[in-house]
């Protein structure tokens, strides 16, 4: 079965101590990226990946990195944290059909 | 200006209504554009594509109209499962631009 899963699923955190939201997909999709949702805003792009190694900055990426070592995983980190990072954030992936796979989504809460 | 806009609704229709969403986009490059669904709290769904030559999928239609720079949606026959909220959504390069969404709510 097709899957992009995102760990944790809910998190509360506080400020400035860092984390990481892990996504993987078993597709083999070479397209992953990492969106945010917040409520008036819809999904804004934060970073995206091309292919190992390869990655570009979204619309948003300010406080946000991010890696892809291996095709299949490509984690969000946050180094310090800060309220406005609160948010409800959604790994993607493409495919050949050019049809993307959300993951379930992940819901931060930085205090 | 948002590059895609839609209004955010609540439409609240009886069952077995037809309704209808816009959405509007400012850039005339883009070649593809989606409509999405996401129940709340959850991941956004293809719904389905849009084509210039409009496409139909059971109740659902969707229509593109470049000369406007507009898509729409049409639901016939609502359920009480089309409750959701609907993402108007354009492509840039591999790059989605998603609209904030529309909230439709189908009472019985």
């Known amino acids: 079965e097709a899957q992009v899963t995102q760990n944790p699923r809910y998190l509360i955190t506080v400020t400035g101590k860092k984390l990481t939201v892990t996504c993987s997909q078993n597709m083999n999709h070479e397209y992953m990226s990492w969106y945010r949702q917040d409520p008036g805003l819809g999904l804004r792009q934060i970073y995206y990946?091309?292919?190992?190694?390869?990655?570009d900055k979204g619309d948003v990426p300010e406080g946000y990195k991010v890696s892809r070592k291996e095709k299949r995983n490509f984690p969000l980190i946050l180094e310090s944290p800060s309220p406005n990072q609160t948010s409800l954030y959604f790994c993607?992936?493409?495919?050949?059909?050019?049809?993307?796979?959300f993951g379930p989504g992940t819901r931060l809460t930085v205090t | 200006r948002k590059e895609v806009e839609q209004d955010p609704g609540p439409f609240n229709v009886p069952e077995g209504a037809t309704v209808a969403f816009n959405c509007t986009y400012s850039?005339?490059?883009?070649?593809?554009f989606f409509w999405y669904r996401q129940d709340c709290r959850k991941e956004p769904k293809l719904l389905m594509s849009?084509?210039?030559s409009g496409n139909e999928d059971g109740r659902f239609t969707a229509q593109l109209n470049r000369a406007s720079q507009y898509i729409s949606l049409l639901i016939r026959d609502s359920k009480l499962s089309d409750s959701a909220t609907y993402l108007c959504v354009m492509d840039s390069s591999y790059k989605l631009i998603f609209g904030s969404g529309t909230r439709l709510l189908v009472r019985p």
């Open positions: 990946s091309m292919n190992v190694e390869v990655t």
């Open positions: 850039n005339s490059a883009s070649q593809s």
């Open positions: 849009v084509y210039s």
């Open positions: 993607a992936t493409f495919s050949a059909s050019y049809e993307q796979y």
